[in-house]
């Protein structure tokens, strides 16, 4: 595996505050300013939302390559995120996100593994790595319960 790796993606305006969102070989899906602002639009992805919702992606795609790197064995992984948007040094920016990772594991004895893997997820999680954002996670680790 190479060191360095270019993404590319390409927006089109379509109308008012709206585009669409693109890259080669992906499906393209529509992005706008989000309601919140003066011509914004409910119910379409915002940069906000892609904002917070990189960190968390990373985060689940880290824990799933160095789980399976360490022979974790769960049955579910799900995440909820909040970023804060705020007037900062008198501008704009995303302030913090906080990430609330939930993994259900199969065995009693794997959720201290499994919280000492999410942990060495966040750490690794080069997309929060890249941010000036503040990125902090609440992990919830549950045991599967047979019915």
Request: net charge negative; proline share 5%; aromatic share 8%.
């Amino acid at each position: 595996m190479s060191d360095a790796h270019t993404y590319r993606t390409n927006v089109q305006w379509n109308s008012q505050r709206k585009g669409t969102l693109g890259s080669e070989g992906l499906p393209a899906f529509e992005v706008a300013t989000p309601p919140e602002f003066p011509g914004g639009h409910a119910g379409i992805w915002s940069p906000e939302h892609l904002f917070v919702g990189s960190a968390e992606i990373c985060l689940m795609t880290t824990f799933l390559a160095i789980a399976e790197k360490s022979r974790l064995e769960f049955v579910a992984y799900s995440s909820e995120a909040e970023g804060v948007l705020e007037k900062a040094d008198g501008i704009l920016q995303i302030t913090r996100i906080i990430i609330y990772p939930k993994i259900v594991v199969t065995r009693e004895e794997d959720t201290e593994k499994a919280l000492k893997l999410i942990e060495k997820s966040e750490g690794y999680c080069f997309i929060s790595n890249s941010m000036k954002t503040e990125v902090s996670i609440e992990p919830k680790i549950e045991v599967h319960k047979n019915s």
